[in-house]
């Protein structure tokens, strides 16, 4: 899935943005103070944010932020519905925050595809949308006004990079714990992981299977693994969450995880991190959640109608298990 440069579209955004403005100052109340925030006495900006679920530490963290920043104090009235990872879930809170006429709407898409029509009732509204975390595939990208996240591809390169430098000096086997199935982040890591691996004969995916983002199909899904191959030496999980349950099935096979088999994962949450401090994952990507400040950023912006850049990427660091024993004192997640 080629991602567009959004660079080539920066004017195209500008306009939409201009429109969106004009279209949020026109068809919201006509108590608009025309400073971009809804009349109604407290001058808040009302949006409305439908989130993917509660499936991991990172999706809980990432909650954390934006109810933590989209605050009354910080001039928001903060409208906020979990999907439980169901598209049809988050569809339906879009389209009741498109009726109230909320000044802006914000997700974060469970799966990329599907969204064009609901998009379409948001800009047909007036109403600004924002992505955060996961981007969707549609091809008209004036359906939202800014992407906010992290560059999966990237993330997915960075642990194929590790794992091949520091693993793939001999023949390794490797089995992948995949995201969501259809989800940005599940299809982007895939593919940098194999981009990054390519070039190495020795680095072999023996089996690939998702295990939704959640600990507990992680663990399912690496005990058919277990079942049914001998001879696993890393496990690629595309989460911290998904890598946690691994090493519950490795352990109760009876083998070490990060020792007799390998952990590389991404996302970078206490727990993920602890594991790794501890010697039981080997490597972690981060991917950070913390998206609430640029989102409150933006949303200004939009409804102030100021142009925002159509992509922000968010930035990750990256880990081993001395890294993480330094890192783990000051994490904020
Ligand atoms: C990534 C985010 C993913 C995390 C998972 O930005 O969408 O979803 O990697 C979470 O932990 O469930
Ligand atoms: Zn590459």
């Known amino acids: 899935m080629a991602r567009k440069n959004f660079r080539s579209t920066a004017v195209a955004a500008v306009a939409a943005t201009a429109l969106f403005a004009l279209g949020a100052c026109s068809s919201g109340s006509s108590a608009n103070t025309g400073d971009g925030a809804e009349g ?42 979990d999907a439980q990872q169901k598209q049809e879930n988050q569809i339906q809170a879009i389209r009741s925050y498109i009726a109230q006429n909320v ?16 998009l379409q009732d948001a800009k047909d509204a007036g109403i600004p949308v924002i992505l955060t975390d996961r981007a ?16 999966f591809v990237e993330e997915g390169h960075r642990v194929g ?21 259809g989800s940005a982040p599940a299809i982007d890591r895939k593919e940098g992981f194999e ?3 390519a070039g190495n004969s020795n680095v072999t995916v023996i089996d690939s299977q998702t295990g939704n983002f959640t600990r507990a199909e992680g663990k399912t899904v690496m005990e058919g693994f277990l079942q049914a191959h001998d001879d696993i030496d890393v496990v690629f999980a595309h989460n911290d969450d998904m890598g946690l349950g691994a090493i ?8 070490k995880p990060g020792v007799d088999i390998k952990i590389v994962t991404i996302d970078g949450v206490k727990d993920g991190m602890t594991a790794l401090a501890d010697g039981k994952f080997n490597y972690i990507v981060e991917c950070n959640p913390l998206l609430g400040p640029d989102l409150a950023e933006i949303a200004k912006k939009v409804v102030a109608g ?13 880990f081993d298990q001395e890294g993480a024993k330094a890192a783990l004192p000051n994490r904020q997640y």
């Open 40 to 81: 109604n006495g407290d001058d808040l900006i009302t949006i409305g944010f439908a989130q993917v679920g509660a499936e991991s530490g990172w999706r809980t963290a990432n909650t954390k932020s934006i109810q933590d920043t989209l605050t009354t104090e910080n001039g928001f009235d903060l409208k906020f519905s």
């Open 195 to 197: 981009d990054a691996i």
């Open 136 to 151: 969707v595939d549609s091809e008209d990208d004036s359906l939202y006004v800014s992407f906010i996240g992290s560059d």
């Open 103 to 118: 000044d802006v709407i914000a997700f974060s898409p469970v799966v990329e595809s599907g969204w064009d029509a609901v």
């Open 161 to 181: 990079e590790w794992v091949s430098e520091n693993l793939g000096t001999e023949s390794i086997n490797v089995v992948e714990l995949q995201g969501t199935t």
């Open 306 to 318: 100021e142009s925002v850049e159509k992509r922000i990427v968010t930035h990750d660091d990256a």
């Open 248 to 255: 519950e099935a490795i352990e109760a096979a009876g083998k």
